[in-house]
């Protein structure tokens, strides 16, 4: 299945892309999203972490994540991944004003998947790398919200970073497409059924032999499709 994703990246202390907007259409995403995160982002910034505040802003009209602007589609998913080795420090916005209101923006919570990468709940994590230790404490507000869109909170202080990036990734996609367990299909004998109800808003591709939704009518996740 080919995601036809967009990924904005935002710091802790500001609501502002701080690059372009990374698309498949880019020549090298990896190393666009790397650089982004790790160069441009870097460690450095404010020493009050306030990154559920800054999302709440992005996504705010006239932000560079909010209604009106070419980044928010109407008709896909929103995925938000939170990263910080502490606590989330945000004063004048609470992790269930930003859950609110990104209900309301995106009109249904199943279409929202939010990620954490965080101390560890409930008492954070130790980092080890060689003879360098640090402490690193529970990522409060940002587990929560994790928990509330039945995300997951990842550890900041594993070691197997390439692991746990294919799970984000691979737990960050809508399913639209579905693959069939018989070859030989005839079109006009298959008959789609989603938590009993028929769905109709689908096309078969013979050749790859799999079944594709159409965007407005992906299953939610948790519904049995027969």
Known sequence: MVVDYQIGVITTDSPDFIGQVITPSAPNPEAALSNQIGVVAGIFGSGNEEGIEMAYK???????????????????????????DEQDWSNLVTWTDLA?????????????IVHSVIGDYPNGCTYTSGPYQRNIEY???????????????????????????????????MSSQYGLSRNGIIEDSIEIVVDGIPNTEWYYD?????VTFQQNHIPDEGEEIV
């Open 58 to 84: 992005a996504t705010q009209p006239g932000g560079d994540a909010g209604p009106g602007g070419s980044f928010l589609r109407e008709d896909a998913g929103l995925v938000i991944v939170f990263v910080s």
């Open 100 to 112: 609110n209101y990104l209900n309301i923006l995106k009109g249904d919570p199943s279409r929202i």
């Open 139 to 173: 990522g409060a507000y940002y587990y929560d919200i994790t928990k509330y869109y039945n995300g997951i909170s990842y550890s900041i202080c594993t070691n197997t970073w390439g692991q746990q990036m294919q799970s984000m990734a691979q737990n960050s996609i």
């Open 206 to 210: 013979e050749t790859e032999n799999t």
